[in-house]
T-cell receptor
Framework: DAGVIQSPRHEVTEMGQEVTLRCKPISGHNSLFWYRQTMMRGLELLIYFNNNVPIDDSGMPEDRFSAKMPNASFSTLKIQPSEPRDSAVYFC??????????FGQGTRLTVV | KQEVTQIPAALSVPEGENLVLNCSFTDSAIYNLQWFRQDPGKGLTSLLLIQSSQREQTSGRLNASLDKSSGRSTLYIAASQPGDSATYLCAVSSGGATNKLIFGTGTLLAVQP
């Protein structure tokens, strides 16, 4: 397996634009997580899914953020409209239930 | 609310030394604890996973221990090498019906040649 695959690796966008981040989890993993990493706040859990169902989205900072998992092999995190304070590295991770989690390489988002 | 703390925040040691990184958590009702390594500008690499019923796990020069009752875990690195330089993060999988990983703030390790 190629591991967790995220795209794009880098994204630069202007304030107010819509941004969509994509994730392909490891095949057979039941859980999928979206994290945001910044120098100030470290790694923050935004949302996670079990068997394609959102379980906890309490970490999603605002209504501008939304996440979907239409099937077991694909998830998106969307920010609309984007703001400079959304600049961060966004990670996707997947795991079998209640066991080891594996992370993608991340998407570095810069909003100017 | 689960909180995870890592001490020290940064550590610099000469090559060859054995070292210990510490992780503490406030809620002992966890499923497991995982140690990760992160190189600058990269993703997280899983090092060791300890289930809540286990006391320790070993992989090569790495040994992780877990004392769930006291809310502590340690990562022991034997015979450190410059290639071990990275940020080390611990994360706990909270108990109950959830499966979410809560991360500590990490320890930045520099091994001097």
């Amino acid at each position: 397996d190629a591991g967790v695959i995220q795209s794009p690796r880098h994204e630069v966008t202007e304030m107010g634009q819509e941004v969509t981040l994509r994730c392909k989890p490891i095949s057979g993993h039941n859980s999928l997580f979206w994290y945001r990493q910044t120098m100030m706040r470290g790694l923050e859990l935004l949302i996670y899914f079990n068997n394609n169902v959102p379980i906890d989205d309490s970490g999603m900072p605002e209504d501008r953020f939304s996440a979907k998992m239409p099937n077991a092999s694909f998830s998106t995190l969307k920010i609309q409209p984007s703001e400079p304070r959304d600049s961060a590295v966004y990670f996707c991770a997947s795991s079998p239930l209640y066991t080891e989690a594996f992370f993608g390489q991340g998407t570095r988002l810069t909003v100017v | 609310k689960q909180e995870v703390t890592q001490i020290p925040a940064a550590l610099s040691v000469p090559e060859g030394e054995n070292l210990v990184l510490n992780c503490s958590f406030t809620d002992s009702a966890i499923y497991n604890l995982q140690w990760f390594r992160q190189d600058p500008g990269k993703g997280l690499t899983s090092l060791l996973l300890i289930q809540s019923s286990q006391r320790e796990q070993t992989s090569g020069r790495l040994n992780a221990s877990l004392d769930k009752s006291s809310g502590r875990s340690t990562l022991y690195i034997a015979a450190s090498q410059p290639g071990d330089s990275a940020t080390y993060l611990c994360a706990v999988s909270s108990g109950g019906a959830t499966n979410k990983l809560i991360f500590g703030t990490g320890t930045l390790l520099a091994v001097q040649p």
